[in-house]
């Protein structure tokens, strides 16, 4: 067995430890042989027999020590990377301080830059987990999929824009750049003024897939006008956008919703259905998306053991208090 430089500094602590006992057992011992001489100054059997109880008392405190420190070795540290969609970060930052709490020998780093960022780097070995708040596409059949949430992308809009409720025609013809006036939709006369998300962005590749297959048309022909929109790189850069720019539709996720400021943006329901985790659930809210953990081939080690957990009640209860969508029981 291998000895850490934790271990290491665990067992001189330890042997520091029982050198003070030793000493103080050894003073001890010798009071007693001062205390058991005949007149003779000779040693008695008495003494012999506590000079024998004393080499034995050492023995096993050391045994014990030994014991101590090969077994805290047995629990050996591991660090878990963690790479991918912004949308499932937050989720993946509560299951990071609960987990380690539990393990305190496990280590989560999370870096959140996008769905798209998930592949290369479990590809390059930066991450054992990918992060992704869409589908696998078919680039990344290399991958293997666990879907841990359900989510929902929501609409948000300027409460100025007077327009609570988009069919998913309108939302559609509206980032494609064919409507750009609130009122051609119903609402006040005020220029819209679209926010979009990166292009790594799982978020933005769920909607723009439903809203291109809902005017027939790819989603390179849906997004020419994109790059005259404002750009955001998170859910909450988006957020702090629509609030401010007067006129503004953008789109977040359904853990997002607790945190919008209803009194500057509106949550827009989409065709009369509201997203929330009940008709994410039954289906009748068009704009879902699994959220999913990805491995390169079988889970293994503390991995497989983590994604467990994730899966279990108390991982799924945590899906369910993040405003998400759980995928297994939570009791």
């Known amino acids: 067995m291998f000895f850490s430089i934790k271990t290491f500094k665990f067992v001189i602590n330890e042997l520091n430890v029982y050198k003070h006992i030793c000493t103080v057992f050894t003073t001890s011992m010798y009071i007693f042989t001062v205390q058991t001489v005949n007149i003779r100054g000779e040693k008695t059997l008495e003494n012999k027999t506590l000079i024998v109880v004393a080499v034995l008392v050492v023995a096993v ?105 988009l069919t998913m025609e309108q939302l559609s013809k509206i980032f494609k750049g064919e409507y750009t006036n609130w009122n051609q939709v119903g609402g006040n006369n005020l220029v819209i003024s679209p926010v979009v998300r990166d292009s790594t962005s799982g978020t933005r590749e769920v909607l723009d897939a439903a809203m291109a297959a809902k005017l027939g048309i790819e989603t390179s022909d849906l997004s020419k006008n994109f790059n005259r929109y404002s750009t955001q790189g998170t859910n909450g850069s988006m957020l702090v956008q629509v609030n401010n720019a007067r006129g503004s539709i953008g789109y977040v996720n359904l853990g ?29 809210y068009e704009i879902s998306r699994s959220l999913i953990l990805a491995t390169i081939g079988e889970p293994t080690g503390e991995v497989a053991a983590f994604l467990e957990w994730i899966m279990s009640p108390q991982g799924q209860k945590i899906v369910e208090k993040n405003e998400f969508v759980p995928v297994k029981p939570t009791a």
Not at 135 to 144: A, I, K, Q, T, Y
């Open 61 to 165: 405190v050391f045994a014990a020590g030994a014991f101590i420190v090969l077994s805290d070795d047995d629990e050996s540290s591991a660090t878990i990377n963690v790479a991918g969609s912004t949308t499932v970060e937050p989720l993946m930052a509560n299951y990071q301080e609960i987990y380690e709490k539990q393990h305190k020998n496990i280590t989560i780093n999370i870096t959140a830059h996008g769905s798209g960022t998930a592949a290369p780097a479990l590809r390059s070995g930066t991450a054992d987990l990918g992060m992704l708040s869409r589908n696998l596409s078919s680039s990344e059949s290399d991958l293997m999929p666990l879907i841990i949430a359900k989510d929902a992308v929501v609409i948000i809009a300027d409460k100025n824009a007077g327009v609570t409720n």
């Open 256 to 284: 997002s919703i607790p945190v919008i400021n209803s009194s500057v943006t509106t949550v827009v329901s989409v065709d009369g259905v509201m997203p929330t985790q009940e008709t994410v659930l039954n289906g009748t």
